[in-house]
């Protein structure tokens, strides 16, 4: 599953080479200054809505891009885990939702930063 890199400047979600493949593209980077915040949800599938780009197994998993409305997500989630939803500004993407044990922590350490 997807990791979170995270540094002063920076946040990346660093794929899996199946999951490149799955998502069509490589690993996301966006800087810090981006994040407008973050939140933990128990699963993250439950967020996504719109036309997918990637890969997906309806109601189990969704690596790509999701598109709804006026909204860009790339999400890496599988049903049932908990992940973090990170909103975003001026990037190619408005959020990123991706799937992470420790998502509350990540969260919480996202949102405070900002």
Known sequence: MATLSIDDDALAVQLSAVE???ALRGNVTVPRSAIMGAR???DGMKELHG???GTGIPGVLVIGTIR???????AVCRANRPAVVIDLTGQ???RLVVSLADAE???ATL???H
């Open 111 to 113: 949102d405070k930063a």
């Open 51 to 53: 036309t997918r780009v």
């Open 40 to 42: 933990a949800v128990p």
């Open 105 to 107: 922590a990540i969260a």
């Open 68 to 74: 709804s409305g006026g909204s860009v997500t790339f």
């Open 20 to 22: 490149k493949i799955g």
């Open 92 to 94: 190619q993407y408005d």
